[in-house]
C-alpha cells in the first residue's frame, strides 16, 4: 500500500508537468514531493522516471554513458574510467573495422555453420556490447562487470546461433541477448535498495525493457515475452504494472512479430 500511495503521488507529479508544458524545475519537484522526505538517489530516480514519461527537468542530466562507439560521435562522461576500461577501449580502437557487406557475409557463413568466423563475429561485436553496456551505467553495477558479463552473453549467443537456420536476425538476436543480461544484472542490484527506490527503478527498468522489445519487435511485447527479457515472474510485472498506472504497456500478442 504505501508502495501504491508512493507512486499515486507521483502520478499526480506528471499530470501537474502536463500543466506546465511538461517543464519542471528541480525546485517545484522538491516542493511536490516535500512530504515524502526523499533522498539525493531518490531523487535522481525520480528525475528519470519523469524522463520516461517526457516531462523535462531543468538541470536533471541523465547518467552519463559509456563512449559509444558506434560513429565514435559521444563525448567521454565526467565519471572518470578504470585504469582497465582505459586499457579495454584502446584495444577495442585497435580492432579492423568490418562494413556491412563484411558482416553480412559473415553472419552468412554463421548461420551455414561455419565455426571458423565465430571468433571474427565476437570481435566485431565487441563495441556495440560496450554502447549497451554504457546504457545502464551508474545503476550500482560497475560498467566493467556490465561488459564483461555482456561478452560473456554475446559469445554465448554467437555459439548458439551458428548453424542456426531458425533465427531470422542474428543481429536483433545478439542485441537482445545481450540487452536482457544487462538488465538482469541491474534488477539482481535493485534487490538490496529500500522499497521506493525499488519500485522506481524497477519501474523505469520495465518501461525501458518495453521500449526496446517494441523498436525489436515492431509491437508492443506481451507478459511472457517482457518477463523473460526481463528475467521477472509473470506477477511481480504485474505488479509494477499495476503501481505504475499502466505506464508499463503490455502488448496481447495478437499481432506476429
Known amino acids: ?17 502536463r500543466t506546465k508544458e511538461n517543464q519542471l524545475t528541480k525546485e517545484e519537484v522538491a516542493g511536490y514531493c516535500s512530504e515524502l522526505s526523499l533522498t539525493e538517489q531518490q531523487y535522481e530516480l525520480l528525475y528519470a522516471y519523469l524522463k520516461e514519461h517526457q516531462v523535462h527537468v531543468a538541470g536533471y542530466k541523465a547518467q552519463p554513458e559509456a563512449l559509444a562507439f558506434e560513429g565514435e560521435t559521444a563525448e567521454k562522461s565526467g565519471e572518470r574510467d578504470s585504469k582497465y576500461l582505459t586499457v579495454y577501449r584502446r584495444e577495442l580502437r585497435g580492432l579492423p573495422e568490418y562494413s556491412p557487406e563484411e558482416k553480412r557475409r559473415l553472419l552468412e557463413r554463421l548461420r551455414a555453420g561455419d565455426e571458423t568466423v565465430t571468433g571474427t563475429v565476437i570481435e566485431a561485436k565487441l ?23 555482456g561478452n560473456l552473453e554475446l559469445t554465448s549467443c554467437v555459439a548458439m546461433l551458428c548453424g542456426n537456420q531458425e533465427v531470422a536476425d542474428f543481429e536483433k538476436a545478439m542485441d537482445h541477448a545481450v540487452r536482457s543480461r544487462l538488465i538482469e544484472l541491474v534488477d539482481d542490484e535493485l534487490s538490496d535498495s529500500d522499497s521506493i527506490s525499488t519500485v522506481l527503478a524497477r519501474v523505469n527498468l520495465l518501461m525501458e525493457a518495453t521500449k526496446s522489445l517494441a523498436e525489436e519487435y515492431g509491437r508492443i511485447a506481451t507478459m511472457d515475452e517482457l518477463a523473460e527479457f526481463a528475467h521477472m515472474d509473470r506477477e511481480e510485472i504485474q505488479m509494477y504494472v499495476d503501481l505504475s498506472g499502466n505506464a508499463i504497456e503490455i502488448g496481447s500478442g495478437d499481432s506476429e512479430k
Do not use: N, S
Not at 563495441?127 to 558479463?149: F, H, M, N, S
Open 1 to 17: 500500500m504505501e508502495q501504491k500511495e508512493f507512486l499515486r503521488h507521483i502520478e499526480g507529479l506528471v499530470e501537474y508537468a
Open 127 to 149: 563495441k556495440r556490447v560496450v554502447t549497451l553496456a554504457g546504457k545502464y551505467r551508474g545503476r550500482g553495477v560497475p560498467l566493467e562487470d556490465l561488459i564483461q558479463e
